[in-house]
């Protein structure tokens, strides 16, 4: 599947953490868009669509929640559950996010802007996207 762990260098001391994420650094693409979801009500799940082209790198930075990851062939489920963890989902990826703890807050930093034409919305559709059909 092609997504993959990301762990930030933390640095921290009795004041606290810092985490600090640069573009084309520990970042691999240039950041287009920002966005974080939060507030997200128990048992309401996110997501349902994968890209054509988008990557992303998904953190949870407050609280938890789960991912489930989909490439037309295997399906993966991770928890988000550190501030300094996250995943990146590079294109052709289905994705759900659930499980949504009440502090959750999940930061996602996108590769393009927003554009509805990149969005596989339909999950039979994308099963066809991918396998060619």
């Given at each position: ?42 048992g309401v799940r996110r997501g349902f669509h994968a890209h054509k082209e988008l990557k ?78």
């Open positions: 599947m092609n997504v993959e762990w990301f762990y930030a260098q933390q640095h921290g001391d009795a004041r606290g953490q810092l985490v600090s994420l640069e573009e084309n650094k520990e970042i691999p693409f240039n950041i287009k868009r920002v966005y974080y979801i939060y507030d997200t009500l128990e992303q790198l998904l953190i949870c930075i407050h609280g938890t929640c789960k991912v489930l990851l989909d490439d037309g062939y295997d399906k993966e489920i991770v928890s988000l559950d550190e501030p300094n963890k996250g995943i990146f989902i590079q294109s052709n990826i289905w994705r759900e996010m659930y499980d949504f703890s009440p502090d959750a807050v999940l930061l996602v930093l996108a590769s393009e802007i927003y554009d509805e034409s990149d969005y596989i919305r339909d999950y039979e559709q994308f099963i066809r996207y991918v396998k060619g059909n």
